[in-house]
């Protein structure tokens, strides 16, 4: 299907037909708690209850994922319809409507963090003539930057197109001062692969471990050596144990539920059966 | 839209706009909503709160109480001051009205509790 930025502009898009769905479908109320919890773990907070931003709230699904680790959150959408359903789910942040591309309309160092759920790749688009893709990122990148505080992190999950469109977002966001990179979780899957951008307002520090990386990846370094002694050996014969071990272990790698392995992995079934 | 929210909001990304703070505020209908009181998340957020703006929005909207008009010094323990202060805060809530801005006098439409603060391309 092709990318919904490419069908309308957010506010056009996000009718109330599309906006329904976000209070429905609960393949999609899935994927969004489980990504906006995600987040949060990136935002690497303390205990304490805390005053958040939900960029790009929409219905508000993300904010209940912040509700309910006990933090009070104000929730910014383009598309009135969205809030419309947030605001039937009876969500106990407060809304706004305004576009992100034109500025945060808020007070500096008014917030502890913030998150940000498929929203940033919208920003990548120009939707009227008027739009010009990096003056808004930067606009939005750099009014951010004023209303957190000096040791906040924003997190955005977001759909970069291509590698232009994330250098393109992480260019803006170093230029606003932010400093931090992009996460990438299950690197190896495409389905599972999630993009999230890391921003910290206070100096560089490290970023978060990826999820679904495995850790054997450092340690030995590559020499010509190994790779003709792997070219001699070639793959394990097909349905042998090695090559069903093999498979387990992608499969791990990109984030697939598999079974443990144990002595009866891959073994024989006795001639009787 | 929370007294919380309107103590963060300005008006500055208008053109022309340097600072934009405080709002002004016309509220038509305001609504009162108990919410769980969170002692904790009050006593944080009362060192970054700008109090005079608080107060006189509270003021203006007829819900100001007895609010006292500058902070006491050790309001972590004082539960009933933190209590005052969380009604204000959370509980009190303008549902239509408009929101003012003090330099360009543009004024931002509040609808079921959202204020409508996009803004028309030449106000960029």
Same mark, same amino acid.
């Not at chain 1, 387990?248 to 059966?273: A, I, M, V």
């Not at chain 2, 929210?5 to 038509?28: D, E, F, Q, R, W």
């Not at chain 2, 005079?52 to 902070?71: E, F, K, M, Y």
């Given at each position: ?35 906006? +919890? &995600?987040? $949060? #773990?990136?935002?690497? =907070? ?6 958040? /931003?939900?960029?790009?709230? !929409? ?28 605001? +039937? &789910?009876? $969500? #106990?942040?407060d809304? =706004? ?6 500025? /945060?309309?808020?007070r500096? !160092?008014a ?163 | 839209m929370k007294l919380l929210t309107h103590n963060m909001l300005t008006s ?8 934009g703070y405080p709002l002004g505020i016309v509220a038509k209908?305001v609504k009162v ?12 957020i009362i060192?970054k709160l700008d109090w005079d703006t608080l107060w006189n929005a509270a003021d203006s909207i007829g819900h100001a109480g007895?609010l006292p008009r500058a902070v ?12 005052k202060v969380h009604h204000v805060l959370v509980e009190v809530e303008v549902i239509?009205g408009e929101l003012v801005c003090p ?5 931002f439409?509040i609808?079921?509790g959202?204020p ?9």
């Amino acid at each position: 299907m092709a990318r919904p930025e490419y069908q309308a502009p957010p506010e056009v898009f996000y009718s109330e037909c599309e906006a329904r769905k976000y209070s429905q479908n609960s393949r999609m109320i899935d994927i969004q708690v489980q990504m906006s +919890e &995600r987040a $949060v #773990e990136l935002l690497a =907070l303390s205990d304490e209850p805390h005053f958040l /931003l939900d960029l790009g709230c !929409g219905s508000g699904l993300s904010g209940s994922v912040l509700e309910d680790q006990g933090h009070t959150w104000v929730g910014i959408d383009i598309s009135s319809a969205m809030l419309d359903v947030a605001l +039937e &789910r009876d $969500v #106990e942040g407060d809304l =706004l409507l305004g576009d992100l591309g034109q500025g /945060l309309p808020f007070r500096a !160092g008014a917030f502890d963090g913030a998150v940000s759920i498929s929203a940033l790749q919208w920003l990548c688009n120009a939707d009227k003539s008027s739009h010009h893709p990096a003056k808004r990122l930067y606009t939005f990148f750099s009014s951010l930057y004023a209303c957190m505080n000096r040791t906040a992190r924003a997190v955005f999950q977001f759909y970069p197109e291509n590698s232009d469109q994330m250098e393109l977002v992480t260019s803006q966001a170093m230029r606003a001062g932010f400093f931090g990179g992009v996460v990438v979780d299950y690197p190896n899957s495409t389905k599972a692969k999630k993009f999230f951008l890391v921003l910290m307002s206070g100096g560089a520090a490290p970023l978060p471990k990826p999820m679904g990386e495995s850790e054997e990846k450092e340690g030995i370094s590559y020499t010509s050596k190994r790779e003709q002694l792997k070219k001699m050996r070639g793959k394990p014969l097909k349905k042998s144990r090695e090559w069903i071990l093999e498979k387990k272990e992608r499969r791990r790698r990109q984030g697939k539920p598999t079974r443990h392995d144990t002595k009866y992995s891959g073994r024989k079934r006795s001639g009787r059966f | 839209m929370k007294l919380l929210t309107h103590n963060m909001l300005t008006s500055k990304c208008l053109k022309g706009v340097n600072v934009g703070y405080p709002l002004g505020i016309v509220a038509k209908d305001v609504k009162v909503l108990e919410t769980e009181f969170n002692s904790e998340f009050v006593s944080r957020i009362i060192p970054k709160l700008d109090w005079d703006t608080l107060w006189n929005a509270a003021d203006s909207i007829g819900h100001a109480g007895d609010l006292p008009r500058a902070v006491c010094d050790d309001y972590e323990n004082d539960v009933e001051f933190l209590k005052k202060v969380h009604h204000v805060l959370v509980e009190v809530e303008v549902i239509e009205g408009e929101l003012v801005c003090p330099e360009s006098g543009r004024k931002f439409s509040i609808n079921k509790g959202i204020p409508n603060m996009l803004l028309n391309e030449d106000e960029l």
